[in-house]
């Protein structure tokens, strides 16, 4: 568990001398989406777009993403304007059934500049929009409860996850779109992740991911029918 924690680090450190290069990081999965857009159509194929949270199944839980439709395309230490940007090679032209979204933690962290929780909100709307204009389904997702940014310790994250899950839920209402409510079920009673899902307060361990999986796996099922 300890190595995904620093592999995220060293994503991080990575992403950031990159970026001058490839700020999106479109470069992270262009072979392997040039791979998938050479077989046949998969109906079932199901994109998960997000950051590291996303990125972390694939160290975390392996097997989910073994011998499924799933496609885990998180990059670790993004924020939405970078997601917005790689979601049209990275989810779209791989023609899925389903998209899962979530994001949003490192806009408030700042990781490449200020925000505010209106304009996070305003991207994960564009990626959802997006998906619809081009017959994907879309799964959104909470944010997963934080009280606390290791990278950004002067940060209190409580309110801004609030407040961005809120117009989430309510946006996933009116637009009758999938909801997956990982907050609900992961947060402890200060507001953060319950630290037995997680070992630095952000980042869900094994045991997090083991939430997590039957409630998306739900949701995108949902999703499937709709």
Excluded at 75 to 93: A, K, Y
Excluded at 199 to 213: F, I, L, R, S, W
């Amino acid at each position: 568990m300890k190595t995904f924690f620093l592999i995220v680090g060293l994503t991080l450190l990575t992403t950031s001398h990159a970026m001058a290069q490839d700020w999106p990081n479109l470069g992270k999965y262009a072979a392997h989406n040039d791979s998938l857009k050479a077989l046949k159509p998969d109906a079932e194929r199901v994109v998960f777009m997000g950051n590291s949270i996303t990125e972390g199944w694939l160290y975390q839980m392996p097997e989910f993403f073994e011998n499924t439709h799933y496609i885990d395309r998180g990059i670790g230490g993004q924020t939405t304007p970078q997601m917005l940007i790689r979601f049209r090679p990275d989810v779209v032209e791989l023609n899925p059934k389903v998209v899962v979204i979530l994001a949003g933690i490192n806009d408030i962290a700042g990781n490449t500049g200020p925000m505010t929780v209106e304009q996070t909100f305003n991207n994960i709307q564009s990626m959802a929009e997006i998906a619809r204009a081009n017959d994907i389904k879309v799964v959104l997702c909470t944010l997963v409860p934080s009280n606390i940014l290791p990278w950004k310790k002067e940060i209190n994250p409580v309110e801004p996850v609030a407040k961005l899950n809120k117009m989430l839920t309510a946006y996933a209402k009116k637009n009758k779109m999938t909801l997956v409510d990982y907050f609900k079920a992961m947060v402890d009673d200060k507001q953060g992740l319950d630290p037995k899902y997680t070992e630095d307060g952000v980042h869900p361990t094994p045991a997090g991911y083991k939430v997590m999986a039957p409630l998306v796996e739900a949701g995108i099922k949902k999703a499937m029918k709709k």
